[in-house]
Each structure stands twice: as C-alpha cells, then as structure tokens.
C-alpha cells in the first residue's frame, strides 16, 4: 500500500489523486511517520460506508413499520401513526 506524507499531498495533490483513481489502491497518509488516515476512491467509500448507513436507515424503518403493525390492534387513528412516521408526533 502507497505512503505519502502530508508534506508530499500538499505539494502534489493532484498526483496523488490521480493515482489513486488510476490504481483504486488505498493511500495512507503519514505525518511525521505516523499514519493518520487513508485515502480511498469514492467507490470505496460508497460500497463500504453509504451503504452501510442506508442499510441501518432500511433497518430501523422497518423496526418502525413492525412496531405500527403490532400496534395494529390498537384504535389510534391513522393521522397519529402518520404523524409519528413524519416525526411530527
């Protein structure tokens, strides 16, 4: 895996860039010879973040849907549960 220290990314950013959009390998940020982060392609990031957060947003709306149909038996009017979804309730 490619090591730049900040110095170097400062200096040369748009190389770094381009490296790593044409080689899609991790970069690992240094300071003072210490890594700090990680740059990684935006595909990565998508694949292993966003959709990680859609896939706990999925999660939790459903546990809201399951927990409204058990309450199914319940006579609450349809206006409330609505406005319980919407976050106005």
Known sequence: MK???ALDLRQSLGKVVRDLKRTGEPIILEKRHEAVAVLITLE???ERFAERAATSARRELLAKIDAMA???IDVTPAEEILAEVRGNG
């Open 44 to 46: 990565d990031f998508e």
């Open 3 to 5: 090591r730049v220290s």
């Open 70 to 72: 058990r309450r199914a």
